[in-house]
């Protein structure tokens, strides 16, 4: 069953500007990870945060964790054509990491 | 260096055929693990395999799917006699081997039964 859920399901945004998704998820958690997913195809990892951390930068990527209210929020600065994609977050309370259904992101030029 | 990688890339069959799914993790890691992605949806996990334990199998979804991984490296996923619903693209990942690891992902098998 999925833990993690995203939000929005859908973003569009003009390049250049900011683009905010949102996870909430459901249990105790070791860690959290966001990745991203190019035409519904392989997976690429983009940054793991501890549950012991609150914030982690990764190049124009960040990521905030609030244990208390179980969710985390990615949010990309500087957006370019290339960060169209689905981005999922995934949660791992053991080692199987539980993914919620994404955010689609679309960049338009 | 060589990621995941998963072959074939795209499998059509029809239904009650059997089909065969390959993997190969990266190098040195020893936890692997299957996933599936129906369309618009997030992973579904399948199968874990960590070094010569035994595999953790509770998210295969029927007795018709199998997997194995020999010298603990390179695993195939077997669906027999597929169903429609069988349809997805199936995931494999590799990890160093912890479970708060991160897990890298080869492109996927796109599977579609008809």
């Known amino acids: 069953s999925q833990q993690g859920e995203e939000d929005p399901q859908a973003l569009s945004i003009q390049e250049g500007e900011n683009a905010t998704m949102n996870c909430s998820y459901k249990?105790?958690?070791?860690?959290l990870q966001w990745y991203r997913q190019n035409s519904g195809r392989g997976l690429v990892h983009l940054i793991l945060i501890r549950s012991n951390e609150r914030e982690k930068h990764s190049g124009r990527l960040r990521v905030t964790l609030d244990t208390s209210k179980k969710s985390s929020s990615l949010l990309i600065t500087a957006s370019r054509a290339a960060d169209t994609a689905s981005y999922f977050c995934?949660?791992?309370?053991?080692?199987?990491?539980?993914f919620g259904a994404g955010t689609t992101v679309t960049v338009r030029a | 260096g060589a990621g995941v990688s998963q072959s074939p890339s795209n499998k059509v069959t029809e239904k009650g055929k059997d089909v065969e799914l390959r993997c190969d993790p990266i190098?040195?890691?020893?936890?692997l693990y299957w996933y599936r992605q129906s369309l618009g949806q997030g992973l579904e996990f399948l199968i874990y395999?960590?070094?010569?334990?035994?595999?953790?199998k509770s998210g295969l979804p029927s007795d018709r799917f199998s997997a194995e991984r020999t010298g603990g490296s390179v695993s195939t996923l077997t669906i027999q006699r597929t169903q429609q619903e069988d349809s997805a693209v199936y995931l494999c990942a590799s990890s160093p081997g912890s479970n708060t690891d991160t897990q890298y992902f080869g492109p996927g098998t796109r599977l579609t039964v008809l």
């Open positions: 995934a949660t791992n309370p053991d080692y199987k990491l539980s």
């Open positions: 249990t105790s958690i070791n860690n």
């Open positions: 190098s040195g890691h020893t936890a």
């Open positions: 395999f960590q070094g010569n334990s035994a595999p953790d």
